[in-house]
């Protein structure tokens, strides 16, 4: 096994990428870094950043890239996994991933990709644990108490962001902003993992399966 993975994942919302994620850092002992669990956790300060923060994320618009990057580079300098980590929800913009190259050598992007009306069936279903973030669904995805995480026991709530309206504008965001990436990572060589999701009630470990082969044949775990 070698040291230390330093992964993206990538895709649009509800593409999967944090119910995906939370299983990969079970099995592989890496940190996961969810900038929009990070994100929701300053708003919830009610600080004068936590309000600056609110008023992007409520409308479905990306925080400016400058507070991005102050508050990622803060998360990695707490990291203490020697297994390294994934990285959950950045960089979403080319000037994101320009930053993090210098302060991290990726080693692979796993996209994932899904129609748009998986997406916006997902999203309008979707339950978060307050407490640790953990994802659920109210049809596909079930916690064995309704309402209640399994991991952690927290109350599963709707996140305000998950509304038909704002949902779409994200997926407007993420094709005019955050897409571009890709081929900026394909430029620079770094390899790529590809998950296609096509039906809506596929389970997650079908997902997280083929990652890790694709991983492993990478020499990455
Ligand atoms: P999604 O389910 O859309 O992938 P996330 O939980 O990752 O949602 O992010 C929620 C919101 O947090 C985004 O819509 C955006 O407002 C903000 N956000 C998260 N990550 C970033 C980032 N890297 N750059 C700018 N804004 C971000
Ligand atoms: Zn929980």
């Known amino acids: 096994m ?18 995906y994620a939370s299983r990969l850092q079970t099995k592989l002992g890496v940190d996961v870094i969810a900038m929009g669990d ?41 990291s203490s996994s020697k297994r390294g980590f994934i990285l959950d929800g950045f960089p979403r913009t080319i000037d994101q991933a320009k930053a993090l190259e210098k302060i991290a ?30 994802v659920y669904n109210i049809r596909y995805l079930k916690p064995k108490v309704e309402g209640v995480c399994d991991k952690c026991g927290g109350q599963l709530y709707q996140r305000s962001d998950d509304t038909p309206k704002v ?31 096509e039906s809506i009630d596929m ?5 997280v399966e083929e990652i890790l082969r694709a991983l492993e044949k990478l020499r990455l775990t």
């Open 2 to 19: 070698r040291g230390q993975l330093k992964a993206i994942i990538f895709g649009p919302p509800g593409s999967g990428k944090g119910t």
């Open 38 to 78: 990070i994100f929701r956790e300053i708003i919830g300060e009610e600080t004068q950043l936590g309000r600056k923060v609110k008023g992007f994320v409520e409308k479905g618009l990306l925080v400016p890239d400058d507070v991005v990057v102050e508050v990622l580079k803060q998360r990695l300098g707490k």
């Open 105 to 134: 050598n990726i080693d692979v992007v796993v996209l994932l990709t899904v129609p748009d009306r998986i997406i916006i069936e997902r999203l309008s279903t979707r339950r978060i644990c307050k407490k640790c973030g953990e």
């Open 167 to 197: 949902i779409k504008d994200r997926i407007g965001v993420y094709e005019r902003q955050t897409q571009p990436i890709l081929q900026y990572y394909k430029d620079k060589k770094i390899p790529l993992v590809e998950f296609k999701c």
């Open 203 to 207: 389970p997650p470990e079908v997902a």
